[in-house]
C-alpha cells in the first residue's frame, strides 16, 4: 500500500508535469472548439456539396456524367492542382480528409442523386491514418463495398481506384500513419473484390510507384498528395477505367 508521503510525492510530481505542458492559446482553443462543433453538426459533410447538388441539373440524354468521390486527392483536382477533365461532364465530388465511413453516409446525396453512369471510388487512405478513429482493413473493405453494391443497385458503373503511394521524402512521418504494407494489403482485397464483383480496378499505385516503392519524388509536393504532375499520370489512367466501366 502506498504511505501518504508517495501519493503527496507523486501528486507533486504530476502537477509539475501539467505546469510545463503549454497550454494553447485562446485563439488555438477557439479555433479547435470551433472545428469540433463542426465535426458534430455535420460528421459526414453533407452540406459541403448541398447547394452545387441542388443547382447540377439531371444529365441529358445520351450525356455521359462521371462522379468522382474522395477525399483530398480527389477534392484537390483541379481545384489549383492539375487539371480536371476538360471538356467533360465529370463531376469532383471529394472532400479533404475524408475517411470511407462519411464517404458512405453521403453517398447518395453526392453520388446516386446525381445520376452518373460511373462512379470513380478513390478511398482509405485516412482510414488508415486514423482521421475519424481507428479503422482495420475489414472496415474500409465493408465501406468501399458497401458504395460499390449501392451504385451497381441505382444502375450506376463502379470503378475502384487503389489507394495511392506515400513517401517519407519530405515529411518523414507520412509512412507511419499510412503504412506502406496496409496499402499494398488494402490494394491486394479493391482489385481482387473488382474483379470478383466485375468491376473495374484503376490502378493508380504501380503508375506512381518508384524504385524504393515509395509515392515518386517528383509527382508531389508533401508524400501524400499528387502535384500537377502526378495528376497528369491519374487522368489517362481514370479516363481508361471509365470507359471499360461503360463497354457494354
Known amino acids: 500500500m502506498k504511505t501518504s508521503a508517495t501519493i503527496l510525492a507523486s501528486l507533486l510530481y504530476a502537477g509539475l508535469a501539467l505546469a510545463q505542458t503549454s497550454v494553447p492559446a485562446p485563439d488555438a482553443l477557439a479555433q479547435r472548439l470551433a472545428a469540433t462543433e463542426k465535426r458534430v453538426a455535420d460528421w459526414a459533410e453533407l452540406s459541403r456539396y448541398r447547394d452545387d447538388n441542388a443547382r447540377l441539373p439531371a444529365p441529358k440524354r445520351g450525356e455521359t456524367r462521371v462522379v468522382f468521390i474522395g477525399d483530398s486527392i480527389t477534392d484537390f483536382w483541379g481545384r489549383g492542382t492539375g487539371v480536371f477533365f476538360p471538356g467533360k461532364l465529370y463531376v469532383n465530388r471529394g472532400i479533404s480528409g475524408q475517411t470511407t465511413p462519411q464517404m458512405l453516409v453521403r453517398f447518395r446525396a453526392d453520388v446516386i442523386g446525381l445520376k452518373p453512369r460511373v462512379v470513380v471510388i478513390l478511398a ?6 486514423g482521421n475519424t ?41 507520412m509512412t507511419t500513419g499510412r503504412p506502406p504494407q496496409k496499402i499494398v494489403e488494402l490494394n491486394a482485397w479493391i482489385k481482387s473484390y473488382a474483379q470478383r464483383e466485375r468491376f473495374v480496378y484503376l490502378d493508380y499505385y504501380d503508375a506512381l510507384l518508384d524504385n524504393r516503392h515509395a509515392l515518386k519524388k517528383d509527382l508531389s509536393a508533401d508524400g501524400l498528395h499528387p502535384n500537377a504532375a502526378g495528376y497528369a499520370v491519374m487522368a489517362p489512367l481514370a479516363q481508361q477505367a471509365i470507359e471499360q466501366a461503360l463497354k457494354p
Open 133 to 173: 478513429g481507428p479503422s482495420t482493413l475489414g472496415m474500409i473493405e465493408d465501406n468501399l463495398a458497401s458504395m460499390a453494391e449501392l451504385a451497381r443497385a441505382n444502375g450506376i458503373k463502379v470503378v475502384l481506384a487503389s489507394v495511392t503511394p506515400v513517401n517519407n521524402y519530405v515529411d518523414a512521418g
Open 124 to 129: 482509405g487512405t485516412n482510414d488508415l491514418a
